[in-house]
């Protein structure tokens, strides 16, 4: 969806983005270059694909050669997952950049800090992002896992690659990697290390879906679950 689209359903200020770069058919990515010092913009209503969002807010300003935008949603109801609130931040240039995502719902709880650098802007390049997930954190049911190291990050219309790294939590592991290679195929591989099946018993004061399968009634789980996966396939077909 244009910006144009965003208008039209009734946000209102000036805009933050200075052009967007087409990476392929009927998809344009925003390039911030110079943010010009805006106050808030607001938008009321606001639906992007199966997204929803009751009221987002955008401030940017341009100060000392460095750009900062900050977007706030509230209300995103995207699938199942409804987030009370949503708060996105960036900085720096389209070459050297930082953002941050911080989300809060009552089925996760999530931090995310990313670094990186788009190259291919010049027109009739291809288009790429190059950079990390410095910091991260995600609380839910399933506990709450912290990034144990930075993961490489690319991006471009044909690949995406996650480099390997590892959360962690008390007494677990969590270690992947993927990629999507520019044929389209997917390819992940996982390890996981001393889960504790407990996480699959229903919490008394769990409230809205569950990520986890739930057990029979009456039936407790125990112990430490060990596993590795791997899988390969084209989207939207069985792995």
């Avoid at 808030?40 to 050669?65: F, K, V």
């Amino acid at each position: 969806m244009g910006l144009q689209g965003l208008t039209a359903m009734g946000a209102r200020g000036p805009l933050l983005v200075d052009g967007c770069h087409k990476v392929a058919d009927q998809v344009a990515v925003p390039i911030v270059r110079k943010v010009h010092d805006v106050g808030p913009a607001t938008g009321a209503a606001l639906r992007l694909g199966e997204t929803r969002i009751a009221r987002l807010q955008g401030e940017g300003r341009y100060e000392n050669g460095v750009n900062t935008v900050e977007l706030n949603a509230s209300d995103l109801q995207s699938g199942s997952l409804a987030a009370s609130s949503v708060v996105l931040r960036g900085e720096g240039v389209a070459d050297s950049h930082r953002l941050s995502l911080v989300l809060d719902s009552s089925q996760l709880q999530a931090d995310l800090a990313f670094s990186g650098a788009f190259a291919g802007l010049a027109s009739g390049e291809t288009l790429r992002w190059q950079g990390a997930l410095e910091r991260g954190s995600l609380d839910s049911e399933l506990g709450l896992w912290r990034l144990v190291q930075p993961a490489a990050l690319a991006w471009s219309a044909e690949q995406f690659t996650l480099g390997a790294h590892c959360w962690e939590q008390t007494g677990s592991t969590l270690c992947m990697d993927a990629a999507q290679t520019d044929s389209g195929a997917l390819l992940a591989n996982a390890t996981l290390r001393g889960f504790n099946l407990e996480r699959f018993n229903a919490q008394p004061d769990a409230s809205g879906p569950r990520w986890l399968p739930a057990l029979p009634a009456g039936t407790q789980a125990s112990g430490r679950l060990n596993a590795t996966v791997q899988a390969s396939g084209q989207p939207g077909a069985a792995l």
